[in-house]
């Protein structure tokens, strides 16, 4: 979960679970409040109230549907550190109810790193009498001490509230290995052979193992995946699930790997592979290495519990990357650091030649639509100008369709910039058919870093369906694109000094036989809709 | 060798290779000639003297120790199209003497892809009958009807001269299986099995085919290596290659793949397997997905011929990107473009966790020092200015070595900054020792294109030795950086409107107790001393 510590000599602490630390001046019975308004802050994505927010821990969806988010936070500074477990709460995803911090440290030298939560509705750990609703979170505890990182070792703790407040388990740690790089937990059921799973990182070496168990207590090391595809410098944040594949009955299995640092474009990557699971043994179906994003702003990406393997399943990336994100804007402007990329349906498609392909696309985005600013279904090529400074949320969702297509026609360009009208600053996307597909942010310029990156491309497989795509979704400080209905996708933020608020999109070269359809839509700005009068979001204070 | 075509219905040509097709206007008994001068043009890089250059093609060192290099050769334009051979010899891989165009296509309607090139000291092939310096050249024929791909097939022709002129088998092509994705054959002796093996590329099936035979006319399957690593769209270029273990007296194989497009940092990127070869098989030691390059401008890289197991090897990369190579400014102002990385040397060596590492080391640099700017044992903290502006060739190499390391003062930055004293724009690295490694080609104008990138970094492993190096080779619009030499690499084209004429060398938050030495040595003009009194290099002239 955690920038890598290139520190050698590393203190071996025992820890002492005797008590949680509460840290001095964060609110222990009610959410941290914070203003979720200002140029960066985003309106439809999910951002911490205040101070730093770092990967999604512990996602699931409970009985009544709803969709509980934590996230690696510290509570009292704008850069990575004194990690806790915060939360919230969604029905659908783009709407959320902060809550109060779930997960505390239990000590002052203690860090509670990136895990998981599961619903354990039959009991197996004898944490919930009478319950169906119990949820169980599995967590890294990383030892600091002076600054120095200590022992990593995994632990459980256990709410009997549906998912509000947690008791860590007195048993605790259940996995120590004695390693300093042992870390981020993700727990799934298997039920073929009625098991609970965990894939963790053994970070440094490269090998992500699976352990099992009947009780969330007791684990049993089943078997290693190590050394496969990039690797960088640590293996962290693994995921195992089981989706769909898009025109078959099949489910099949993808372990999700996140390398940091040294991913190919600087820093922060996460990476998959498809495969077959069969409660032990992950065995991947190809040698390929497949990335989750052409950007490099989704990182540590986690998907929900609780999701039928049957049904797409539905992440959260971090959209960030731990080269700059402790130095963003937005923290000495906005009091923030870091939000979550949009949620994303997810699940397996073929492509052509490439094999398995895990399609990430924007969750019901339609949802919030607030307004129609465009819409041309025969738009053919041209160029169309929306002044959306007048959107309340400045956020909006862009769609460009081409249908009609052969092989012969894929040709002409799609291209939609965000311009600032008052300084000219802007972010852009082009996707010609017949070449590679771009991002752009170095047109904007309250930022600079050697590592931020400017252009990003992609080359996506023309499917032969008749069909090209691109949708965007720009919120403030960051931009979505999703080529092919989610074929490819790009995470991307961007700290413009000005507010972009102008659209210019531009089709050209199309043939006239094939058909064009370009849609504008303004999104509701969800986060204004939790906030009180004085523009403050205080999150749940009734709860509990 | 070649950019992606998305034709979807190409043509099946049936090739008749009745004769060979002089194009135009290009000298068949002479080499081109050209000039080696301009803001851009390197003085210690191979490029050629006019038009289009692309991927090493046939690279081997003769008995005489000479290197032949081949490379993909449009002789009548600065852009792709019109593939030939292009010729140039070395005795340091440094001066070259331009020969004439070797392989010329047998039809107006063809052309001559990327290949490689043997000895065929034991006259196996029948072609060269009391001889012991034959040359085989294996490249790929590919049908090119009014701008449309046809059939790929394999071809063969032999040099009686050493690598001069090249006559085609009267039985090419020696593999065809009508694909019109099938290319770029690289051919080695096996000593073992007493056979020639030829990996070669089912590019867009993802798929290197590996191929034996007793005479390089006749050839049989023996098996497939596919779907491993990163795909993008098409697999290209692929070379495999035994060569030493550092520390170790064993060899082992390298397995290199270019891919094109669909890069993680867009467009271009070779890959490479480490792993064991028995004759016929690639049995890869893992699963790691290893890079040969940080930046985005080294590809179609291709080992010699002739380099002794043993022994490190040698190898060229293309230094350039299909996403921009045939619109850098080179082509219009100087009459080129691209150019070879400067030869490298290759071997590899253990790297903690991450096991097998191919070091990428300038070779020999030192023989074409020609001045020393700067040295200074005992640096430490603080800043050089080096005004450049009355170096001939305008090139440099440029070391900074820290020793004395121990894991807890693995702190501290150092900066190579090039700058125009006539615009300010420039070109960096940085490299501090605790983080990642980047460079930053993002403050150069001549030259914009959506898949510009600016900016890479990368993670190295501090390998425990006590030193951090960082070595950088400059010249007109090509900067090559090695780290720890040689474990990471980034080769970088950039275009300034003004040449680069003055370096800054700054190092800072050094412990007191290490040491850092710096160095900036002048380059030879090593093409001048190929010019005659006019400044035109005209090449070999007189041979044959």
């Given amino acids: 979960m955690f920038r890598i510590l290139l520190v050698f000599s590393l203190l071996a602490v025992t820890r002492t679970q005797t008590s949680t ?43 009544d549907g709803v969709f509980h988010l934590y996230y690696q936070y510290n509570p009292t500074q704008t850069v990575a550190g004194n990690q806790h477990w915060g939360h919230a709460t969604s029905k659908d995803l783009y709407h959320w109810q902060n809550q109060k911090i779930a997960l505390w440290p239990p000590t002052k030298s203690t860090y509670v790193y990136t895990g998981s939560a599961v619903l354990d509705v039959n009991n197996t750990s004898g944490f919930f009498p009478g319950q169906d609703n119990g949820v169980v979170a599995i967590y890294t505890l990383a030892a600091y001490e002076n600054g120095t990182g200590g022992t990593q070792d995994q632990n459980i703790a256990y709410s009997r509230d549906g998912g509000y407040t947690f008791e860590a388990y007195k048993g605790n740690p259940i996995i120590n290995v004695n390693s300093t790089n042992f870390r981020d937990p993700k727990v799934l059921w298997h039920t073929e052979t009625g098991k609970w799973v965990m894939v963790v990182s053994f970070s440094a070496d490269f090998i992500i193992g699976i352990y099992t168990s009947l009780d969330l207590k007791n684990w049993t090391h089943a078997s290693n995946f190590s050394h496969h595809g990039l690797v960088g410098m640590a293996y962290e944040c ?32 996460s990476q998959y592979f498809v495969g077959n699971f069969n409660g032990t043994h992950f065995i991947p179906v190809d040698g390929v290495t497949r990335l989750t994003d052409f950007s490099k702003d989704n990182y540590a990406g986690q998907f929900f519990y609780g999701i039928p393997a049957t049904e797409k399943q539905i992440s959260f990336g971090w959209a960030s ?23 994303r349906y997810q699940y397996l498609a073929n492509v052509t030649a490439i094999g398995y392909n895990m399609f990430s696309a924007p969750y019901n985005i339609q949802s919030i639509f607030s307004q129609e600013l465009a819409y041309n279904k025969s738009f053919g090529n041209g160029t169309i100008l929306i002044d959306y400074s007048t959107v309340a949320s400045g956020a909006l969702y862009v769609e460009a369709n081409v249908t009609g297509l052969t092989a012969s026609t894929l040709q002409g360009m799609i291209n939609m910039t965000f311009i600032s009208s008052v300084s000219g600053e802007f ?16 047109h904007t310029y309250a930022f600079e870093n050697p590592y931020f990156t400017n252009k990003f491309s992609t080359a996506a497989q023309y499917s032969g369906d008749g069909t090209w795509s691109v949708a965007a979704i720009i919120d403030h400080s960051i931009l979505e694109v999703f080529l092919n209905g989610g074929q490819h996708a790009a995470t991307t933020t961007f700290y413009a000094k000005h507010s972009l608020d102008n659209l210019r999109i531009d089709t050209s070269g199309m043939y006239s036989n094939v058909s064009v359809s370009i849609g504008v839509w303004a999104l509701e700005d969800a986060w204004a809709m939790e906030a009180n009068s004085n523009g403050t979001v205080v999150g749940n204070v009734t709860h509990i």
Avoid at 24 to 35: C, L, N, Q, W
Avoid at 245 to 262: A, C, F, H, K, Y
């Fill in 427 to 442: 972010v852009a996307v082009g996707s010609p058919l017949d070449s590679d597909t771009w991002v752009n942010r170095g």
């Fill in 238 to 269: 693994p995921n195992l699930i089981e989706m769909p594949m898009e025109g078959d009955d099949r489910t099949m299995w993808v372990l999700q790997i996140s390398v940091n640092p040294g991913a190919p474009l600087g820093g922060s990557v």
């Fill in 321 to 343: 990357n731990w080269q700059y994100t402790d130095l963003v804007p937005t923290g000495n402007t906005e009091g923030w650091r870091s939000q979550m990329s949009v949620p």
């Fill in 21 to 63: 630390y509460f840290y001095p001046g964060v609110p222990t019975a009610e959410p941290i409040s914070g203003k979720y308004t200002g140029v960066y802050r985003p309106r439809v994505h999910f951002s911490p109230p205040a101070n730093f927010m770092n990967d999604p821990s512990g996602l699931f969806r409970d009985k």
